[in-house]
């Protein structure tokens, strides 16, 4: 006797791999885009994206599911021309230790830390926060070793 492949597993395969995801290595391929709890449910376990991760126009309070995302080979922006208005936590970014691209946070004005992103350590580009109202400080960025090519 062999053993049968199911045709939901197939499915399941197919669809994961359309997506842009092999949830076998935890790798997205291009770019990854969290508009909504359900963006972030489907995107948990995703350790390394391959291309940008944008969070903007989004009304989600925290980014919480996304912890087990460790690198980002693009850019990341958390905001941007339309922000997040109710994004008040980054703490679901607390895996997050290398952007191959820039970091911006921008418009996200319930935002108060920076601190979910204590593990970050390598941005391979620039750094740029602003427009963040209730951000009273940078900190704390306490893993952050390297920003630039330098």
């Known amino acids: 006797m062999r053993p049968r492949i199911s045709l939901l597993a197939v499915l399941l395969l197919a669809i994961l791999s359309f997506a842009g995801c092999s949830m076998?290595?935890?790798?997205?391929?291009?770019?990854?885009?969290?508009?909504?709890?359900?963006?972030?449910?489907?995107?948990?376990?995703?350790?390394?994206?391959?291309?940008?991760?944008?969070?903007?126009?989004?009304?989600?309070?925290?980014?919480?599911?996304?912890?087990?995302?460790?690198?980002?080979?693009?850019?990341?922006?958390?905001?941007?021309?339309?922000?997040?208005?109710?994004?008040?936590?980054?703490e679901g970014l607390s895996g997050l230790e290398f952007i191959g691209g820039y970091l911006l946070v921008r418009r996200n004005s319930a935002?108060?830390?920076?601190?979910?992103?204590?593990?970050?350590?390598?941005?391979?580009?620039?750094?740029?926060?602003s427009e963040n109202s209730l951000l009273p400080t940078i900190g704390p960025l306490s893993s952050l070793r390297r920003v630039g090519f330098f």
């Not at 935002?111 to 350590?121: I, N, T, V, Y």
């Open 111 to 129: 935002l108060s830390s920076l601190s979910g992103l204590s593990a970050l350590e390598t941005m391979t580009d620039s750094f740029t926060i």
């Open 24 to 90: 076998l290595t935890g790798v997205w391929e291009g770019d990854l885009v969290i508009e909504t709890a359900d963006d972030i449910s489907m995107a948990s376990g995703i350790t390394d994206v391959t291309g940008n991760v944008r969070i903007d126009g989004t009304a989600l309070t925290n980014l919480t599911g996304l912890e087990s995302l460790r690198v980002v080979d693009g850019d990341v922006a958390i905001g941007g021309d339309a922000g997040n208005a109710v994004l008040s936590s980054l």
